[in-house]
């Protein structure tokens, strides 16, 4: 019978690891999915449940991905046509990784950029899923407290993924809406000798391309600077480009490969690529990452250490029959950009008839939503005042804009690629209410103003979440939040 212990105990007796919260689900962006995982939504059997839209899956083309299965059935060693590769598939455990796998892959992620630039089978290091990959990069680049610079907003998962076992941090490079939150060189050089006067070693800087959670990508000029930049300070560049495969619209997507290709004189040792198959694919539970580094001693270091994260062999045979399937890749990446790019235009068709504007994007699978204007002020603690009644009134899981470290309240980002076009409908419906109600409270109370207003007697008008707090009760009630919000 174990011995229980509580938690100071626990501290004293656990590693640091263990009794921290550096795993960061202690934030609102991870309160969001609880609250979905308490409430779900579904069309029958719970209609006024929670509805998903803050977990950036791609399951618009799912229906492709079973019709090949169904058409292939040899790919799996668990049927009949497949079984007699069982053997050699089961007992394989080498994490180079099947030959094979790594040369489709290797071949998907050309294909996937556009054909811009190729990539080496023998650079390809595997990964259990993107996190794996970025924790393995990480390890291999920084020691503990040294630092990476990160332009913000940023995935909130990188300061789990990143920093949470390695003991890396990340340091922001501060960007702005007033040019689309762009890197510029400025903020770039700012935020490096803000870590210098602070005695921190900077090893690199830490991009994702295209953009999690804005949904841009970065145009050459950009990329040239930051390569420009990493070559001058002999510093790290890990781009992160799982989203690669999503660009639906212009301007056509650039590869930091492309950038290095084009320019021998860089230093490629410098030089590091993040990829996944979770939303290019849409195959997140299949847990592909890959690291693929110029640097030779790094490939070597993250094969080693891949050995604490490995794709399972079975996964990786099933995967180097359908990504060396030519004609099925180039219909199903053609087909995924045109239906995301619908997905896009439909969604934030609806958002702006009813005055909610996105930022301009091109790429991922959601929107950077500006949701300002209903802010009581521009505060961080505003922010989540509102997230709080959107979850528990609304029903719907956004993610705040401070949950991704930007710096500007009133900011969401919102996933639309994860459901299917009625529940878009559902949660647009919902969206149109909330506004609605909203604007006629609005109206109603500069009406009442404006008629008992005599020049003595002045009534404030009140702020935008206390408008929506005297809306019916079931609707409306910012006194009971679902979730509580890590401040």
């Given at each position: 019978?174990?011995?229980?212990?509580?938690?100071?105990?626990?501290?004293?007796?656990?590693?640091?690891?263990?009794?921290?919260?550096?795993?960061?689900?202690?934030?609102?962006?991870?309160?969001?999915?609880?609250?979905?995982?308490?409430?779900?939504?579904?069309?029958?059997?719970?209609?006024?449940?929670?509805?998903?839209?803050?977990?950036?899956?791609?399951?618009?083309?799912?229906?492709?991905?079973?019709?090949?299965?169904?058409?292939?059935?040899?790919?799996?060693?668990?049927?009949?046509?497949?079984?007699?590769?069982?053997?050699?598939?089961?007992?394989?455990?080498?994490?180079?990784?099947?030959?094979?796998?790594?040369?489709?892959?290797?071949?998907?992620?050309?294909?996937?950029?556009?054909?811009?630039?190729?990539?080496?089978?023998?650079?390809?290091?595997?990964?259990?899923?993107?996190?794996?990959?970025?924790?393995?990069?990480?390890?291999?680049?920084?020691?503990?407290?040294?630092?990476?610079?990160?332009?913000?907003?940023?995935?909130?998962?990188?300061?789990?993924?990143?920093?949470?076992?390695?003991?890396?941090?990340?340091?922001?490079?501060?960007?702005?809406?007033?040019?689309?939150?762009?890197?510029?060189?400025?903020?770039?050089?700012?935020?490096?000798?803000?870590?210098?006067?602070?005695?921190?070693?900077?090893?690199?800087?830490?991009?994702?391309?295209p953009s999690n959670p804005l949904g841009t990508t970065l145009d050459r000029e950009t990329l040239r600077t930051l390569v420009s930049f990493a070559n001058e300070k002999r510093i790290h560049l890990v781009c992160d480009e799982i989203f690669s495969g999503t660009v639906f619209d212009r301007p056509t997507y650039v590869s930091v490969s492309e950038i290095v290709e084009e320019e021998p004189y860089y230093d490629r040792d410098l030089?590091?690529?993040?990829?996944?198959?979770?939303?290019?694919?849409?195959?997140?539970?299949?847990?592909?990452?890959?690291?693929?580094?110029?640097?030779?001693?790094?490939?070597?270091?993250?094969?080693?250490?891949?050995?604490?994260?490995?794709?399972?062999?079975?996964?990786?045979?099933?995967?180097?029959?359908?990504?060396?399937?030519?004609?099925?890749?180039?219909?199903?990446?053609?087909?995924?950009?045109?239906?995301?790019?619908?997905?896009?235009?439909?969604?934030?068709?609806?958002?702006?008839?009813?005055?909610?504007?996105?930022?301009?994007?091109?790429?991922?699978?959601?929107?950077?939503?500006?949701?300002?204007?209903?802010?009581?002020?521009?505060?961080?603690?505003?922010?989540?005042?509102?997230?709080?009644?959107?979850?528990?009134?609304?029903?719907?899981?956004?993610?705040?804009?401070?949950?991704?470290?930007?710096?500007?309240?009133?900011?969401?980002?919102?996933?639309?690629?994860?459901?299917?076009?009625?529940?878009?409908?559902?949660?647009?419906?919902?969206?149109?209410?909330?506004?609605?109600?909203?604007?006629?409270?609005?109206?109603?109370?500069?009406?009442?103003?404006?008629?008992?207003?005599?020049?003595?007697l002045r009534l404030s008008l009140p702020r935008r979440i206390e408008e929506l707090s005297i809306m019916t009760p079931r609707l409306i009630s910012p006194h009971s939040p679902l979730v509580r919000a890590a401040t």
């Amino acid at each position: 019978m174990g011995l229980h212990v509580d938690d100071h105990s626990n501290y004293n007796v656990l590693s640091r690891i263990a009794t921290s919260d550096g795993h960061g689900e202690n934030s609102s962006y991870f309160d969001g999915w609880k609250a979905y995982d308490n409430d779900p939504f579904h069309p029958i059997d719970n209609p006024k449940g929670v509805i998903q839209m803050g977990l950036a899956e791609n399951q618009l083309c799912l229906d492709l991905t079973h019709q090949w299965i169904k058409q292939n059935p040899q790919a799996s060693i668990c049927t009949g046509e497949g079984v007699s590769e069982f053997k050699d598939v089961a007992n394989f455990q080498d994490y180079h990784g099947l030959p094979d796998f790594r040369k489709a892959i290797a071949r998907f992620m050309g294909k996937a950029r556009g054909g811009g630039a190729m990539f080496d089978p023998e650079r390809i290091v595997m990964s259990g899923g993107a996190t794996g990959a970025q924790e393995n990069i990480a390890f291999c680049l920084a020691n503990p407290g040294e630092a990476f610079l990160i332009p913000t907003p940023y995935y909130p998962g990188f300061d789990r993924d990143f920093r949470w076992r390695t003991g890396v941090q990340l340091l922001p490079i501060q960007c702005h809406s007033f040019n689309n939150f762009k890197i510029t060189e400025p903020a770039l050089v700012t935020a490096y000798q803000t870590a210098q006067r602070s005695n921190i070693t900077v090893k690199g800087i830490l991009v994702t391309n295209p953009s999690n959670p804005l949904g841009t990508t970065l145009d050459r000029e950009t990329l040239r600077t930051l390569v420009s930049f990493a070559n001058e300070k002999r510093i790290h560049l890990v781009c992160d480009e799982i989203f690669s495969g999503t660009v639906f619209d212009r301007p056509t997507y650039v590869s930091v490969s492309e950038i290095v290709e084009e320019e021998p004189y860089y230093d490629r040792d410098l030089i590091h690529i993040v990829y996944s198959l979770s939303k290019d694919l849409g195959v997140p539970g299949f847990r592909v990452g890959v690291i693929y580094s110029y640097n030779d001693a790094v490939v070597s270091c993250a094969r080693k250490m891949s050995s604490f994260g490995l794709v399972s062999t079975q996964t990786q045979h099933l995967l180097a029959s359908m990504l060396g399937d030519d004609d099925f890749t180039t219909k199903f990446l053609a087909e995924s950009r045109r239906r995301l790019s619908r997905r896009h235009k439909v969604f934030t068709a609806a958002l702006h008839r009813v005055g909610i504007k996105c930022l301009e994007s091109n790429a991922g699978l959601f929107c950077w939503m500006n949701l300002k204007h209903l802010l009581n002020e521009a505060t961080v603690e505003a922010e989540l005042e509102l997230w709080r009644v959107i979850i528990k009134e609304v029903k719907l899981n956004m993610s705040p804009g401070s949950s991704f470290h930007c710096s500007e309240p009133g900011w969401f980002r919102v996933c639309f690629a994860n459901m299917d076009d009625n529940t878009m409908e559902t949660a647009l419906k919902r969206i149109r209410t909330f506004v609605d109600r909203g604007n006629d409270t609005t109206a109603a109370q500069a009406k009442k103003k404006k008629k008992w207003s005599d020049g003595s007697l002045r009534l404030s008008l009140p702020r935008r979440i206390e408008e929506l707090s005297i809306m019916t009760p079931r609707l409306i009630s910012p006194h009971s939040p679902l979730v509580r919000a890590a401040t």
